[in-house]
Structure formats: structure tokens, C-alpha cells
């Protein structure tokens, strides 16, 4: 059965090539806040990418209960007191409604300021929205119980370029404890899950393509768990594989 999936990943990372504008490997649109200002001054509506809230939950990816959370049949994660980012948010539902359904603080980032004053002005919910890059995060350590990736690192490997997945690995590091490579090992880059977080990556990538990129930017992010869902982004389009992948900061805790 490995080639089937093999096979449905590559058509669809063919299929998904028309989600990402084809960019100059020197000029990276997707990491400009410029690029995506003035991609939500034309496009405010709200666009969902790959998968909703609901449909993780559908999906039976995103198990809810009254007092846990689970993503991929992993341990149960209390949801009283928890803290989850959603990083690169864009104009996705997803953070208003983990908010509504848990009860739980989410906080949510965008590099676009313009996307960011939109959400703020659309949903006046418990959410804090918040202006900021994902390869620097302003965010004491530990400060986070589960962080959600849903297509950003898609968007900044999109490129293609060794400085492309460079950006990647920053962002990794962003969300692990890891040591700055290349300085003094006592330099630690400000990583925001805490021990045995999870970190949830949503991708048309598997974990065969992010296994370099994500355990060489931060070792002590455990793989634990892969996904595959068929996901029909629009009527009469052929369905693409989306990939789901949990990560925990140190390994799971049974």
C-alpha cells in the first residue's frame, strides 16, 4: 500500500502547486508583509486553507470532549488552561472556533498587519490577534501548550531555494528549544512550547519531505504521529492529499 500513497502524495503536491504563485527563488513573496497586505486589501473574504475546524473534527483528526483535546489519537491534553498559537493564521475561521468550542486562550499570528486589523474587526472574540513574524516570535519561553501550523510553512518552502528552507528551520526552531547553530551553545533562540506541547503541522508535504528540515533545525521535536486526509478545496476540482503531522517537544508523555 506504500507506493499508493507515495503516488497520491506526488499528484498532490502536483494539484497544490496551483495553491502557491510560482516566485523567484531570490525574491520569496510569501515571506514579504508587503506581498501579503496587499493580498488581503483584495481578497478579504475569508479563505480557508486545506482543512476547517470542522473538518478536523469530521474528520475525526481533532478528537473533542468535554475536558481534553486530541489530535491523531495522541494523549489527551487538558484543555483547562490551554494555551494554543495558531501560527500564520491569514483569514482562516480556525482560531475563532477552537476558541468557542474549547474555551481556551488562542492567540493567532499574521506577518500582515492588514490581515491581522481584519480578524480584530471580524471577530471580536476571546482571540488575541497579534502582528508577527514566525521565524521571530515575541513570545516568552514556554508559553504555549499546543502550537498549529496550517500551510504557513507550506507557503515559505514554497520558493523552492536552500533560503526558503532555511526560513523553515528558523521557524522550527521558533517553536522548540534548540541552540542557535553556528553561535556559542549557551545563545538559546526564545521557543515558545512547553515540554511535551505538541506542535501540529498541516501540509501537502509528508513527513518524508519535513523529517531533514524539522529534526535538523530542533532535535528535541519528536515525530509521533502522520495523516492523510483527501480534501476537496472547491467543487469540481479533483481532491488533493493533505498531510497531518503531530510533533511533541521531547517525546510524548504516556
Known amino acids: 500500500m506504500w507506493w499508493m500513497l507515495a503516488g497520491g502524495a506526488a499528484v498532490a503536491l502536483l494539484l497544490a502547486t496551483g495553491l502557491f504563485l510560482r516566485r523567484s527563488s531570490t525574491s520569496p513573496a510569501y515571506m514579504s508583509p508587503a506581498y501579503w497586505d496587499e493580498r488581503y486589501r483584495r481578497r478579504p473574504a475569508t479563505y480557508e486553507w486545506y482543512l476547517s475546524f470542522q473538518d478536523l473534527v469530521d474528520f475525526g483528526l481533532l478528537t473533542l470532549t468535554s475536558a481534553h483535546v486530541s489530535f491523531l489519537g495522541q494523549p489527551l491534553i487538558a484543555v483547562a488552561g490551554l494555551r494554543w498559537l495558531d501560527l500564520g493564521c491569514g483569514n482562516s475561521t480556525l482560531a475563532d472556533s477552537v476558541s468557542k468550542a474549547l474555551r481556551c486562550q488562542v492567540t493567532s499570528i499574521d506577518i500582515s498587519d492588514i490581515c491581522i486589523s481584519l480578524m480584530k474587526s471580524k471577530y471580536p472574540s476571546k482571540v488575541r490577534y497579534l502582528c508577527m513574524d514566525a521565524r521571530d516570535l515575541e513570545f516568552r519561553d514556554e508559553s504555549f501548550d499546543v502550537v498549529v501550523d496550517k500551510s504557513t510553512l507550506d507557503a515559505v518552502v514554497s520558493a523552492g531555494s536552500a533560503t526558503a528552507k532555511h526560513a523553515a528551520?528558523?521557524?522550527?526552531?521558533?517553536?522548540?528549544?534548540?541552540?542557535?547553530?553556528?553561535?556559542?551553545?549557551?545563545?538559546?533562540?526564545?521557543?515558545?512550547?512547553?515540554?511535551?506541547?505538541?506542535?501540529?503541522?498541516?501540509?501537502?508535504?509528508?513527513?518524508?519531505?519535513?523529517?531533514?528540515?524539522?529534526?535538523?533545525?530542533?532535535?528535541?521535536?519528536?515525530?509521533?504521529?502522520?495523516?492523510?486526509?483527501?480534501?476537496?478545496?472547491?467543487?469540481?476540482?479533483?481532491?488533493?492529499?493533505?498531510?497531518?503531522?503531530?510533533?511533541?517537544?521531547?517525546?510524548m508523555q504516556y
Not at 199 to 219: E, K, N, R
Open 169 to 251: 528551520k528558523r521557524i522550527v526552531r521558533q517553536v522548540a528549544r534548540v541552540p542557535a547553530h553556528g553561535t556559542d551553545m549557551s545563545v538559546i533562540l526564545a521557543k515558545v512550547l512547553v515540554p511535551k506541547g505538541q506542535f501540529l503541522v498541516i501540509s501537502v508535504h509528508p513527513w518524508s519531505y519535513w523529517d531533514t528540515i524539522i529534526s535538523t533545525a530542533s532535535p528535541n521535536l519528536v515525530h509521533c504521529e502522520e495523516r492523510a486526509q483527501r480534501v476537496v478545496l472547491a467543487a469540481g476540482r479533483d481532491p488533493i492529499l493533505v498531510f497531518l503531522n503531530v510533533f511533541s517537544k521531547g517525546g
